[in-house]
């Protein structure tokens, strides 16, 4: 079992940052890719990011790449998605989840999930 812990959400304005980590326990961390997914008021849960287990392979959406940064650090196992440049398109809960593939993006291949994190940007 691996289970997942987000922080760093909150209230911000348009045009800040913000800082989201997943601190991992249970399992050996570097033995899952980990995703960043994200579910808007009234929407579906969306893919944001994925890194692989080595850090070395990222991957992002087309609404998000250029503005947000996914990393992990397997020594403390964390992951953090920094997020730069929000809009209120991006207020939405912030989920973290882990696969035991190398990388995915589809949520049905992320096997543990975290109880998400509550990110609001107001204009």
């Known amino acids: 079992q691996v289970q997942l812990v987000e922080s760093g959400g909150g209230l911000v304005e348009a045009g800040d940052s913000l800082m989201l980590s997943c601190v991992s326990s249970?399992?050996?961390?570097?033995?899952?890719?980990v995703g960043w997914f994200r579910q808007g008021p009234g929407k579906g849960r969306d893919f944001v990011a994925v890194?692989?287990?080595?850090?070395?392979?990222?991957y992002y959406s087309k609404s998000v790449k250029g503005r947000f940064t996914i990393s992990r650090d397997n020594a403390k196992n964390t992951a953090y998605l920094r997020m730069n440049s929000l809009n209120p398109g991006d207020t939405a809960v912030y989920y973290c989840a882990a696969t035991s593939r190398d990388v995915a993006t589809a949520m049905p291949d992320f096997e543990y999930w975290g109880q998400g994190t509550q990110v609001t940007v107001s204009s």
């Open positions: 890194i692989n287990r080595s850090g070395r392979s990222l």
């Open positions: 249970g399992r050996t961390f570097s033995d899952y890719g």
